[in-house]
């Protein structure tokens, strides 16, 4: 019995975590409609997503050390585009149009019914 309860706590102090308040309006959104074709891929999504990128960081762990340099260089050159788009709005809507237009495609009609495919996707994002 005291087993079940410290799986309860541990499972609303996982709950309360910074890191899955983002998460809950996806899972929450889905609330109204059935789990398997909904709530079960886009949990499914996220599993997988969570599972590829461990395994890339498991195995790529040694490459990350020595493409250390590069990634200073390339992190130096993001943020130099993000600088350059606060102070330039033209430039600031050109980086963020190809991703208000994938943002776009998951927010299609409110009638329209999802399938599967959708909710695993957005599971994975």
Known sequence: MILWIL??????????SPCILPVLPFVLSRAEQPFRRS????????A???????????IGGSWVVHANEWGRWLALLVLSIFAL??????????VSRPFTRLGGT???KESE?????????????
């Open 113 to 125: 019914e999802r399938g599967i495919a959708h909710s695993f996707v957005l599971g994975a994002v």
């Open 48 to 58: 997988a997503m969570f599972a590829l990128v461990s395994t890339f960081a498991v």
């Open 85 to 94: 788009s606060l102070l330039f709005p033209q430039l600031a809507e050109w």
């Open 106 to 108: 998951f927010h299609q």
């Open 7 to 16: 799986a309860y706590l541990g499972g609303l102090l996982t709950i309360l």
């Open 39 to 46: 709530g079960l891929p886009l949990l499914a999504g996220m």
